[in-house]
């Protein structure tokens, strides 16, 4: 099985930006669906951006054009750079991966990092 691994997050004013990164460990020979996620207490899990099967980059629907994705496959590593932060984007966030492609589906995902703290201040 593989293990998320993130780094990045912290603290930033509104409009700034941050970028989380995750690799991948542990049993990488098969493919694996990667993405990440986020989720503020008594709140459901939500997915942010997801590298989907045939490379496509999918966002949920808050993202809004202020966010990127980047996957580099040979590394087993994908990046999220977040621009223009919002207060509510205030959440924990995770990388998942999932060995079949669920594309912005959270459920899907078997293994979860341990999740990293992203805070904006108005």
């Known amino acids: 099985q593989v293990q998320p691994v993130e780094s990045g997050g912290g603290s930033v004013q509104a409009g700034g930006s941050l970028r989380l990164s995750c690799r991948l460990s542990?049993?990488?020979?098969?493919?694996?669906?990667m993405g990440w996620f986020r989720q503020v207490p008594a709140r459901e899990r939500e997915a942010v951006a997801v590298?989907?099967?045939?490379?496509?980059?999918e966002y949920g629907h808050f993202v809004e054009g202020r966010f990127t994705i980047s996957k580099d496959s040979v590394r087993n590593t994908v990046d999220l750079q977040m621009n223009a932060l919002r207060p509510e984007d205030t959440a924990m966030y995770y990388c998942?991966?999932?060995?079949?492609?669920?594309?912005?589906?959270?459920?899907?995902?078997?293994?979860w990092g341990q999740g990293t703290q992203v805070t904006v201040t108005p």
């Open positions: 998942g991966a999932a060995e079949w492609d669920y594309r912005l589906n959270f459920r899907g995902y078997k293994y």
């Open positions: 542990g049993d990488t020979r098969r493919r694996a669906y």
């Open positions: 590298v989907t099967k045939n490379g496509n980059l």
